[in-house]
């Protein structure tokens, strides 16, 4: 039965399925890095070059245009004819002002939650935390110490927050009836 072995031709459709989670980790890397760079607010007012927007934030033009053109490929932003860039409407929820703004959740879940993640074969070996391993001290306390990682933290609670709200009041009845 080929679905028995290995590389068959049944697993063909499955390893697509497959690769597809496995390789999407690029995605949040490259929209975490968009948002590092504040780019929705850098394209807030109009469509920009990478080559402007390489100045601006002090970055490498053709490794930006190659990021700007990797997130075209998911709905972030669209490059233009003329060669410039311009946010699409999910790519400008990483604006920091942006009504509904999910920046600080793609920074905090781009730099500390990816950490801990990549350290989940230490959790489940081991049976302890890994944000625990890698901060050194139990839950949250590091963020004690940490005034600006505090702040991402506490925004990206507050768009969460808001999100959730937003999401139960659209869809919970509270007429009490």
């Given amino acids: ?54 100045t601006a934030t002090g970055t490498d033009a053709l490794s930006l245009r190659r990021l700007l053109r990797a997130l075209t490929t998911i709905d972030i932003c669209r490059e233009r004819d003329d060669g410039s860039f311009e946010m699409m409407p999910m ?42 391993w890698l901060a050194g001290k139990e839950g949250f306390a590091h963020l004690a110490q940490d005034p600006e990682t505090a702040a991402v933290f506490n925004q990206a609670l507050v768009e969460l927050t808001r999100l959730t709200a937003e999401s139960v009041t659209r869809t919970y009845d509270f007429s009490g009836s």
């Fill in 91 to 132: 790519g400008s929820l990483l604006g920091a002002n942006a009504p509904g703004s999910l920046r600080s959740f793609t920074i905090w879940w781009g730099t500390n939650l990816w950490q801990a993640w990549g350290q989940l074969l230490y959790s489940v070996t081991t049976g302890q935390s890994a944000r625990q």
């Fill in 1 to 54: 039965m080929s679905q028995d072995r290995p590389g068959g031709s049944d697993n063909v459709p499955l390893a697509h399925r497959l690769l597809e989670p496995v390789t999407n980790s690029w995605m949040a890397q490259a929209i975490h890095v968009a948002a590092e760079l504040r780019i929705a607010d850098l394209l807030a007012e109009g469509p920009r070059t990478s080559e402007d927007l390489a």
